[in-house]
């Protein structure tokens, strides 16, 4: 972000006038899937994940047994939705 702002050269200048070391980094640039690139992987799933991931934050920030329990009930959904869309999807390839 530094080097977005004052430039590549302009922040070599900034470091070595106030002798500061140049440290070089190799950053790979990945891009940003949103979803997992397979075929059974649907919207459903991907909304179900959601849910769950909501549900496990909220019972790992308050700790208590309802949100606990929450956090199971959309574990159990999303694993049988998860199964039951990959059964389908490989039964349809065979």
């Not at 070391?21 to 397979?38: A, S």
């Not at 700790?63 to 039951?84: D, I, M, P, R, W």
Request: hydrophobic letters at 35%.
């Amino acid at each position: 972000m530094i080097i977005r702002i004052y430039g590549n050269i302009k922040l070599r200048v900034i470091s070595i006038k106030h002798g500061v070391e140049v440290i070089t980094r190799w950053v790979t640039q990945r891009p940003r899937t949103l979803t997992i690139r397979t075929a059974w992987y649907t919207h459903d799933l991907r909304t179900a994940k959601r849910e769950k991931r909501r549900a496990e934050r909220k019972f790992r920030k308050s700790g208590l047994v309802v949100h606990k329990q929450l956090f199971e009930e959309s574990c159990a959904t999303y694993n049988s939705l998860l199964e039951s869309t990959k059964c389908s999807y490989y039964r349809q390839k065979i």
